[in-house]
Structures are given as C-alpha cells and as structure tokens.
C-alpha cells in the first residue's frame, strides 16, 4: 500500500512539475522476475524509474539508512532492503536472489553509485552476478533531465523536463559469455551499460 501511495504522489508530481515522459513502456514485460537497469546521476533516478515502470520495483538500499526507524519504516514499506556497500553482503544477495527468482523486478544501478560527471562510469560486477544467480534477464532504462533538475550535492530540484527510455530485454544466455562466473559477470554488466549508453545516444530519435 506503502508503495503505490509513494509512487502515485511522485508520478502526479513529475508530470505536473517536471513534464514527465516514458519512452518504450511496451518493453516492460508483464510478469517474471527481471533486472532494471538504468544510469544513475541524481537521487530523483530511483522515484523517476519507479514512477515510469508499470511493475512494481524492488531496492537495494545503503544499509544506514535503516538506521533512523521512522525512514527505515518507509523505505522498508517501500520494497527497500539494506544492503553494505563495499563489502561482499552476502545476506543482501541472497535475498535480492530470492526476490528475482519470487516474479519481482529489482532496480539496480550498474555504476554502483552516482555519476559525478553525468557520464556514465565503468560497469560493476555485481549486477551481472545477480542477474546469473537469479537466471534473470535485464531490462536497460535511461533516465535523462535528472542531472540538471538535481544533481549530485544539490540540495533542491530544479523544474527541467525528465524522461525515460527503456530499451529492449538482455537475454544473458544469447551472449555467449565465458563459463568462468566472475569474467561472466564483468562481461554482462559492461554490455548492459553499453545498452543504457546506446539509449542515451539515440534519445533524441525517439522524441
């Protein structure tokens, strides 16, 4: 309940505030579990995707923000998990397995952490692995405006337009990746941020 009352608050205000747009919703497939992958510069990334997906949407989330009982209420209400970032959290594995192999969709950005630039930085492992434990495809999104509207150290939002793209399924096992699960995983995650790259290149055809 938690969710939808969050997620219809921020999709009025996005659209009202900020001209929200959502590019390739037809992509988004109605059932089974899957991984959203998208390039993260802003903290209005995660409310953006969430308020563009028509599935419901799972976190990780930095495990010190459950630390405070009345925001960890909220995010944990919201689909939230913690996660320790750094460090192999093998408990935050396990459950982000558990919930992809449950039906459920789990946001993940691959960068791991914000852009400082608004490039879109090396890819992370670690999105590649769960996506190959949970024998799970990826859904690549890319989100733009949210640089400008609220960028990294900004302290409020300013009113520019943010859309949404989402590209088309990566099917892991089509790839031809090395059996060898850790080359694998770093092998995935670079192509998958190859795609959020590519639909960062092609956003002006699909205006």
């Known amino acids: 309940m938690a969710y939808f009352i969050v997620r219809n608050f921020l999709k009025l205000f996005f659209k009202i505030i900020m001209g929200f747009k959502v590019y390739g919703v037809e992509n988004v497939p109605k059932k089974g579990g899957f991984i959203l992958a998208g390039n993260h510069v802003s903290h209005l990334d995660p409310p953006a995707l969430a308020s563009a997906s028509p599935r419901v949407l799972h976190f990780m989330a930095r495990h010190t923000l459950f630390n405070n009982w009345v925001l960890g209420w909220i995010i944990g209400s919201c689909n939230s998990f913690p996660v320790r970032r750094g460090e192999a959290d093998l408990g935050a594995i396990k459950e982000a397995v558990r919930r992809l192999k449950n039906g459920k969709v789990l946001l993940i950005f691959p960068e791991g952490t914000r852009s400082q630039s608004g490039e879109i930085q090396a890819a992370q492992p670690g999105i590649g692995y769960l996506s190959l434990m949970a024998g799970v495809p990826i859904l690549p999104a890319y989100v733009k405006g949210t640089d400008e509207a609220m960028p990294k150290g900004a302290q409020s939002i300013k009113r520019v337009r943010?859309?949404?793209?989402?590209?088309?399924?990566?099917?892991?096992?089509?790839?031809?990746?090395p059996a060898d699960r850790r080359q694998a995983s770093q092998q995935l995650a670079d192509h998958i941020v190859e795609e959020i790259k590519r639909l960062g290149e092609a956003k002006n055809k699909i205006q």
């Open 162 to 177: 943010i859309s949404v793209y989402f590209g088309s399924m990566i099917e892991p096992q089509k790839l031809g990746l």
